[in-house]
Structure formats: C-alpha cells, structure tokens
C-alpha cells in the first residue's frame, strides 16, 4: 500500500547550521508529494509541493527535489534559523487520500 | 490563517460529559475533514465529507459522531469519551471532494482543538 517513511526526531541545529529532514515513500503509480509544517500551538501549513518527477518545490528558503528513482523527497534549507522550530511532516496524495509520516521535530538552537 | 478555524481551542471534558467541536472554513471548499494527533503517533483521518456527505469513516467508534450541515460547517459530537481519546482534534478542508480529488490537491488546516478526557 501507500506509505510515507520520515527520519525520526528531534533533530537539533545551530542557527544557520544547514538543514536535510529525509523522506521516502511507497506509492502505487505517480503521487503527488507534499512537506507541511506545523509549529507549536497550530495546525498544519502547506511548506511546499511537488506534482511529478524533477519537480522542485521550494517556499521561505526550503526546497525538495521529487527523486521518483529513489522514491525520496528529502527537505533541505541552506541556513535555519530558530523561527524554524515546528513539527515537518512529508505527505502524499494517492487514489484520493493524503498520507502522511510521523512527523520530525526540529529544534533551532541560537 | 488559513482560513479555517475551530472552536474551542481547548477542552477538558469527564467520561459521562457530552461536547461538541465546531469547525468552520471560509475557503468555499467541498471537502471537510476530522484527523486526530497522538503523541508520537501519526495523524490519523478519521471521518470525510464530500459536498455534505460522508464519504470516508476510518472505523472510528460510535462515541465520536460526525455532522456536516453544510460545506462551511462541520462539527464533531463527542459522548462517553475514554482518557485515550485525549488528543489534538484537526479540521482540514480542500477544494475538491474526494469523487473529484484531484492529485495536486492540498488540504488547509484549522488550528485545532486540544481535548483531555478525565
């Protein structure tokens, strides 16, 4: 079935320290590919998406890259900072339902 | 914002307790769903409605009832809960409903409701 597969956490950085949170899936056909994030106290927010292979979705600095050849799509930002602290979720949307990981918790150290 | 919002933010509630959460979008979307999060669990969907019908119950128990009076409204009925429903209640909408669900599309979040169950 359709699955999505997160690092776990927490992952601890130094400001500006730069950033890889790991996601691969299992997917039937070509889903679409999305991060969320969501920080303390809120729901979740759309980060960024991708809809097919080489795509890159990109939004406040962060970006990942569709790999459908190794079924990743891996969240990278060149210089965090401690705004960044929040709970990052890979999603993907297949036959009609989103699925999500498990979610990683990062903390921004100053 | 994003445009969907809960109330209330937090609830503590007794087993014998009946409440309700209200959740409504201003998006003009069709589809409005509930997820729970656990801690250290993944989200789970737990009801779908599609243009005020149901279209998706992930066997949720009896003790968590559904209503979607319209496509900006939807309310979760909670009655004779257990200390492990005790969670953060998610509201998502989305432009189109799951018979039309295309796969580009995302669901926009509410804030949530923070429920203990005593």
């Known amino acids: 079935g359709n699955s999505v597969t997160q690092m776990e956490g927490p992952v601890t950085l130094s400001e500006e320290a730069f950033l890889t949170i790991n996601c691969t899936y299992t997917a039937t056909g070509y889903p679409s590919l999305f991060w969320y994030v969501q920080y303390p106290g809120e729901g979740l927010q759309l980060l960024l998406k991708a809809t097919k292979a080489d795509d890159k979705g990109s939004n406040k600095g962060f970006e990942a890259t569709y790999r459908k050849e190794t079924t990743s799509f891996h969240l990278e930002k060149g210089s965090v900072q401690v705004s960044d602290s929040a709970v990052y979720f890979c999603?993907?949307?297949?036959?009609?339902?989103?699925?999500f990981g498990k979610g990683t918790r990062l903390h921004i150290l100053p | 914002e994003t445009g969907v919002t809960q109330t209330p933010r937090h609830l503590v509630m007794g087993m014998t307790n009946k409440k309700s959460l209200k959740c409504e979008q201003h998006l003009g979307h069709n589809a409005m769903y509930w997820y729970k999060q656990s801690a250290k669990k993944p989200l789970e969907l737990m009801f779908v409605y599609n243009f005020k019908e149901q279209t998706e119950n992930n066997s949720v128990p009896s003790r968590f009832s559904p209503e979607c009076p319209n496509s900006s409204h939807l309310f979760l009925h909670l009655h004779t809960l257990q200390p492990e429903d005790s969670a953060l209640y998610l509201c998502?909408?989305?432009?189109?409903?799951?018979?039309?669900?295309?796969?580009?599309?995302?669901?926009?979040f509410g804030p949530g409701t923070r429920l203990t169950v005593l």
């Open positions: 998502a909408s989305s432009p189109m409903g799951t018979s039309g669900m295309t796969s580009t599309d995302t669901q926009y």
């Open positions: 999603a993907l949307n297949r036959d009609d339902k989103i699925i």
